[in-house]
């Protein structure tokens, strides 16, 4: 069964640091990937997501994510953090067949210091 | 409005009492799903319908559970006898096509909280 792990269920950075979410998948055939973002008591807002092509995708506020296929990794990752990006974060999966719903992971709590 | 509507946002109830969750989704979206997010469990798919049928109900975890949608548009969750684990987070959310590839417009939520 397809599975979407999030290693890392809480991260501190500190603001203007670098930063680098971890997800890996489990699944028999590449699938469309996904991360969305939680806010304290907001919906969840999809971030980006990857299709097919560049392995490297950007998406809204300043974060990017890289596909591998080698690793079955999709991380997520911002060069700088700003404190406005403290929030839950999740990895989520599509298989490319019709008809069936994302699975999200576990999701990665960020925090950011000042 | 624009996005996906859940009602009630809030919703506290004795356990074993029935309790249904709302949700209007964004209009022309043929696709809806729910979802349960419960503390450090993540999002945990229930049911996804394509228009008013469920091609896929894999994730209610027990037969007090059902949901149903119709004009292809309002879904309606049911809970039935509900009990104190059903307390979590309610997420709705719906997609133009159902496809993978058609990213979901997800609403707030209904906090559920069984005493």
């Known amino acids: 069964a397809q599975s979407v792990t999030q290693p890392d269920i809480h991260i501190t950075v500190s603001e203007g640091a670098s930063l680098e979410l971890r997800c890996n998948y489990s699944y028999g055939a590449t699938p469309y990937l996904f991360w969305y973002v939680q806010s304290p008591g907001q919906g969840l807002q999809l971030l980006l997501k990857y299709f097919s092509g560049d392995t490297l995708v950007q998406g809204i506020k300043g974060f990017e994510a890289e596909f591998k296929r080698s690793q079955s990794s999709f991380n997520l990752r911002k060069p700088s953090v700003h404190w406005s990006d403290a929030a839950e974060y999740f990895c989520?999966?599509?298989?490319?067949?019709?008809?069936?719903?994302?699975?999200f992971g576990k999701g990665t709590t960020l925090s950011v210091s000042s | 409005g624009a996005g996906v509507s859940q009602s009630p946002s809030n919703k506290v109830t004795e356990k074993g009492k029935d309790v249904e969750l709302r949700c209007d989704p964004i209009?022309?979206?043929?696709?809806l799903y729910w979802y349960r997010q419960s503390l450090g469990q993540g999002l945990e798919f229930l049911i996804y319908?394509?228009?008013?049928?469920?091609?896929?109900k894999s994730g209610l975890p027990s037969d007090r559970f059902s949901a149903e949608r119709t004009g292809g548009s309002v879904s309606t969750l049911t809970i039935q006898r509900t009990q104190q684990e059903d307390s979590a987070v309610y997420l709705c959310?719906?997609?133009?096509?159902?496809?993978?590839?058609?990213?979901?417009?997800f609403g707030n939520g209904t906090r559920l909280t069984v005493t």
């Open positions: 959310a719906s997609s133009y096509q159902g496809s993978g590839n058609s990213p979901l417009h």
């Open positions: 209009s022309g979206h043929t696709a």
């Open positions: 319908f394509q228009g008013n049928s469920a091609p896929d």
């Open positions: 989520a999966v599509a298989p490319r067949e019709a008809g069936t719903a994302l699975i």
